[in-house]
């Protein structure tokens, strides 16, 4: 019987999380950025393709252990500078981040200490109210959405639609693959639903950004997909939600920054495991949070790795998963 194996329902829950987690604070204004009003068209072309190379994965079986330890410090990384740079701006800005990082840091050491089933237990409990979250940013949101906004389309070239197209299928598919290696039996249907459904919640939120700010605005601003849960106002009675409903996205991140840690911790001794923290930690307090501003001049040059890594991944050899 193989270690450590996950059932259907924790595996798409999982994937859920894990294809939304290089968003926040980096994927979006990213893609805007790149794409602007041809986001839609380039997201939804990148699911499509990040689809099909998650096909070629499950066929391939699993990934390499140096690909699961490049993948985990990527994505812990940029989930850390997302969740500590979002809680110190908005929710937690007399916080110093030192504080912040101490307390996820803490959380994600105590989680690599237990196996990933029971990881898998959590953010089936925290599913419903991420869920419910979404549906009522939603549904309080759509009718400040302006379809004007999202016009004109076709107006940029070929190129920049297919820099988009690679930039969302990376950022959406890299994280995933860090799940590859628990699949035990499941069919490709199974793997694939917590992919798309991720994503399709992921493009229903790029419709609201440019739908409500316009893409020459919400390129200007961080955390568009904060910021837009601020325009609610429910009946012109119930306001100032916005620190509830965000809460989806820390706890997504947190899942997410769970599984990189144990994907991480299983893959390596314990020395190594030590010293990766420690540099993740430092380096996010000492360099990136300081200069976040600057840190998004060279988001290029991290989507052109996420790009690479994922090819990496899929010619790399299998791993192999231990069994009792």
Do not use: H
């Not at 989930?79 to 740079?85: E, K, N, P, Q």
């Amino acid at each position: 019987m193989k270690q450590y194996m996950i059932n259907k329902r924790q595996y798409i829950i999982l994937s859920f999380f894990l294809t939304r987690f290089l968003f926040l604070g980096v994927g979006f204004s990213s893609l805007i950025n790149v794409s602007k009003n041809d986001l839609l068209i380039s997201s939804f072309l990148g699911m499509l393709l990040g689809y099909f190379l998650l096909y070629l994965f499950y066929k391939k079986g699993s990934i390499g252990k140096t690909s699961s330890i490049l993948i985990s410090i990527a994505t812990l990384t940029t989930g850390l500078l997302a969740i500590t740079t979002l809680t110190g701006t908005y929710l937690l800005f007399d916080t110093p981040t030192i504080f912040i990082m101490g307390a996820f840091f803490v959380v994600l050491l105590y989680g690599s200490t237990k196996e990933l089933k029971v990881v898998s237990r959590v953010s089936e409990i925290f599913y419903p109210f991420c869920l419910t979250m979404i549906i009522i940013g939603l549904l309080a949101l759509i009718y400040l959405v302006n379809l004007y906004n999202l016009l004109p389309i076709f107006k940029t070239s070929l190129w920049v639609v297919i820099k988009g197209i690679l930039i969302f299928a990376a950022t959406s598919l890299m994280p995933n693959l860090l799940l590859l290696n628990y699949k035990d039996d499941l069919k490709f249907k199974d793997v694939g639903f917590g992919y798309i459904l991720g994503c399709l919640i992921t493009i229903l939120t790029m419709f609201y950004i440019l739908g409500i700010y316009g893409a020459e605005f919400a390129m200007t601003v961080r955390f568009p997909e904060y910021l837009i849960l601020k325009k609610i106002n429910i009946f012109n009675y119930i306001s100032n939600i916005e620190n509830i409903l965000v809460m989806d996205w820390v706890v997504n991140l947190t899942i997410g920054g769970l599984i990189c840690t144990k994907v991480l911790k299983e893959n390596t001794n314990v020395y190594f495991f030590a010293t990766i923290l420690a540099l993740i930690f430092l380096g996010n307090e000492l360099i990136l949070n300081k200069n976040y501003v600057n840190v998004l001049y060279y988001k290029n040059y991290f989507f052109m790795c996420c790009i690479g890594i994922t090819l990496l991944s899929l010619i790399l050899g299998k791993k192999k998963v231990s069994e009792t």
